[in-house]
C-alpha cells in the first residue's frame, strides 16, 4: 500500500493504494527502499510451498506510481537461484 500524508490511501497507486504482486511462490519481503527518483525497490526471498524453504532471493522495483518497473531486470523483477551448486 501506498499512503498520502493524511494516512488516506494514495488512489494514484497501484489499484486505488494497493499493489499486489503473484509470483506463484511464497514471496517474504524483507528490505524496502524509495530511490531518489521514486521507484521503490523490494526485496526478500521466495520459497517453495514444500516445507518453505528458502530457495530464491528475489528483488522487484516498481515505478512511482506502483507498476512493475519493465526497465529493471525481467519485467521489474530479478530472482536469483540461491540453491547450493550440486543439490
Known amino acids: ?10 488512489a494514484a497507486f ?3 493504494g494497493l499493489r ?8 517474504f519481503g524483507t528490505c ?7 521507484k ?3 526485496s526478500g526471498w521466495v520459497a517453495s510451498a514444500a516445507g518453505l524453504q528458502m530457495s ?3 528483488v522487484i522495483r516498481l515505478t512511482p506510481d506502483g ?8 519485467n521489474g523483477i530479478k530472482t536469483i537461484d540461491l540453491t547450493p551448486k550440486g543439490s
Open 1 to 10: 500500500t501506498k499512503q498520502l500524508a493524511n494516512g488516506d490511501l494514495d
Open 14 to 16: 497501484g489499484d486505488d
Open 20 to 27: 499486489v504482486i503473484s509470483l506463484q511462490q511464497h514471496l
Open 32 to 38: 524496502l527502499a524509495i530511490q531518489s527518483d521514486g
Open 40 to 42: 521503490i525497490v523490494i
Open 56 to 58: 530464491d532471493l528475489v
Open 67 to 74: 507498476n512493475l518497473d519493465e526497465t529493471f531486470a525481467t
